[in-house]
């Protein structure tokens, strides 16, 4: 009887094996193989739990902004307004932070939500200038990156935007169980969006919409909505992601949060996301987010040119994009 359920377990393991593909696994194996090389390079300081949380810190702010767009490019979209987006809405939010007088609590948990709230909103206009307006998503968040610029910019002074509450500060600088909170924030976005995509009927209808928006139109789906949510999603991860930017530094830089569309991009990509829509993962994105600050650290903990951090990651993009058109083919 055991040399039976021997023999079951021996043929269960030789199948799996003879129908592996790396190019459906290129996500986990290259977090693994990058893993050890930035362990060898950067030995023995990128085991250490200090630089391992800073990792997960640093990467939490684009990686938060990178599960929305894991919708918005699964959906047939793409968003270059995220990272205009996120410094306008920390500004923006300090503003209104400002008006309340002393270091009430009360007027940090009111701007906090304000934040969220107000990244929405700004989502809802990106949404609706693909979905009512019928403008190219490539050109109409290429128009709304320079907006919400310009627009900070100009509220600013083109000068720091300092909050007056000494409160807001400890809501990106806390440490929970040793995990900073942006990391906490990034992980329970990540598994409420896994859900979502895997577990919803908007999840379904969105990857429908990003494989044949034609077809899902035929099936009665409704598209624009399903198209116009992704925006309002992203829209809210940017403005949690500038509450705990400007919450960290206590204040808004005009030029702060340059790059993060960028960075949330590759992030997708990187994680298995298709740029031509339909297929994506959500734990792909967060695997890709954490293999960028990966790359990051080695490259500083190597004494490799900050120059060379952004060719580094631009060979990474074009590695996963070429893994996957292989795998299409």
């Known amino acids: 009887m055991d040399n039976l359920n021997n023999k079951s377990i021996s043929m269960k393991i030789k ?19 990058l893993f050890i090389l930035a362990t060898i390079v950067g030995w023995p300081s990128f085991l250490k739990i200090r630089n391992l949380t800073n990792i997960l810190r640093q990467i939490s702010y684009t990686g938060i902004i ?7 490019i699964i959906s047939g979209g793409i968003d270059l307004s995220v990272g205009s987006m996120t410094a306008f809405v920390g500004g923006v939010t300090i503003f209104f ?33 693909v979905t009512k ?9 290429l128009g709304t990156m320079s ?12 000068g720091n935007v300092v909050s007056e509450n000494i409160h ?30 895997n577990n919803t009927q908007f999840g379904r209808y969105a990857c429908a919409v990003g494989a044949n928006e034609q077809v899902a139109r035929y099936s009665a789906i409704k598209v624009q909505w399903i198209k116009l949510l992704p925006y309002v999603i992203t829209g809210l991860t ?54 960028l600050g990966m790359i990051n650290n080695m490259l500083v903990l190597g004494g490799v040119s900050s120059y060379l951090q952004q060719a580094a990651r631009g060979l990474v993009i074009i590695v996963a994009v070429l893994l996957q058109y292989n795998n299409k083919n």
Request: charged share 5%.
């Open 15 to 33: 199948g799996y094996f003879k129908d592996f593909k790396l190019s459906e696994h290129a996500t986990g194996a290259g977090f693994i193989l």
């Open 97 to 129: 932070l400002n008006i309340f007088p002393g270091d009430s609590i009360l007027a940090v948990v009111l701007a906090s939500i304000f934040s969220i709230i107000f990244g929405g909103v700004c989502g809802l206009f990106n949404g609706l200038l």
């Open 147 to 158: 907006i919400f610029r310009s627009l900070i910019q100009y509220f600013s002074g083109a």
């Open 66 to 72: 990178g599960l929305g767009m894991t919708l918005i």
């Open 238 to 291: 940017a403005g949690l992601s500038a509450l705990l930017w400007s919450s960290r530094l206590n204040c808004i830089n005009p030029s702060d949060c340059t790059g993060y569309e960028l960075d949330a991009i590759a992030a997708a990509v990187i994680g298995g996301t298709s740029m031509s829509g339909g297929k994506g993962s959500v734990i792909g994105t967060v695997l890709g987010a954490i293999m």
């Open 133 to 141: 307006g019928r403008i190219a998503p490539f050109i109409a968040t």
């Open 168 to 197: 807001y500060a400890y809501i990106g600088s806390a440490v929970y169980l040793g995990i900073p909170v942006p990391a906490w924030v990034f992980i329970i976005v990540a598994i409420i969006l896994h859900i979502v995509l």
